[in-house]
């Protein structure tokens, strides 16, 4: 099935065109990384997606919920650094679905899993401010799975962070892919790392090459590189 599918899209910011003539349908539990160099139109393709850049041609057809979709996106994890603790930014991301004005035990359990998963289970107490790099990036990913949605949409999540935070992040994506059908799209630029990790979990990677127009669209074992 079907959940995103984009017809013809053309995107572009005062006459400058970054996207042309785009089709591609995202279907359920795929695993995709979107790649391009920088400039290639690969955070203008998310925007579309979510609905926050406005295209110029082209049609988008969102087939699920947009409380089903998270975006987490492209980021310097530096700049979060006001007196929130993790917990009560990981919890706001229970306000997606519909504003609360309280959490449930449910919504807490949730909370817990989540950050077992992603091992910040140590820390939630703390205020975003104290992390470093690598801690404050989980934080946000908790943030963006913890209503478990059936499209998760990450743009270049691992800039900024050492191989070895990158790789087990790399790891619990494709696992959440494996276990829950979580559809991922990632917008990445080492997909060698991730194809490393991949070596042993075989999860089907579909690569999407943007430079403007659509390079690229198939299994990551056929594709040349950049
Ligand atoms: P990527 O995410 O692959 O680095 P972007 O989608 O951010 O690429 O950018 C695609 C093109 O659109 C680039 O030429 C970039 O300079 C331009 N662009 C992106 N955002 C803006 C903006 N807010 N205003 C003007 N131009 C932009
Ligand atoms: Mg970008």
Known sequence: ??????????ASYNGHVALEKI???IKEKEFICLVGENG????TFIKSIVGLHKQDKGIIKTKIDPSQI???EQFNVKS???????KEIIMTGMQIKKSKLFYTKEDYIAFDEICNTLRIKNIVNKKIGELSGGQRQRVLLARAMINKPKLLILDE???GLDVKISNKLYGILLDINKELGTTV???IHNVDELNKINEEKK????VIHIAKNLKFDGNLLDWKGL
């Open 157 to 159: 999540p691992c800039s």
């Open 203 to 206: 999860v089907k990677i579909r």
């Open 23 to 25: 089709n591609i349908n």
């Open 1 to 10: 099935m079907n959940l995103i599918e984009i017809s013809n899209l053309t």
């Open 185 to 187: 799209v990632i917008a």
């Open 40 to 43: 290639s139109g690969k955070s």
């Open 80 to 86: 979060l650094d006001f007196p929130a603790t993790v």
């Open 70 to 72: 998270s975006y987490l």
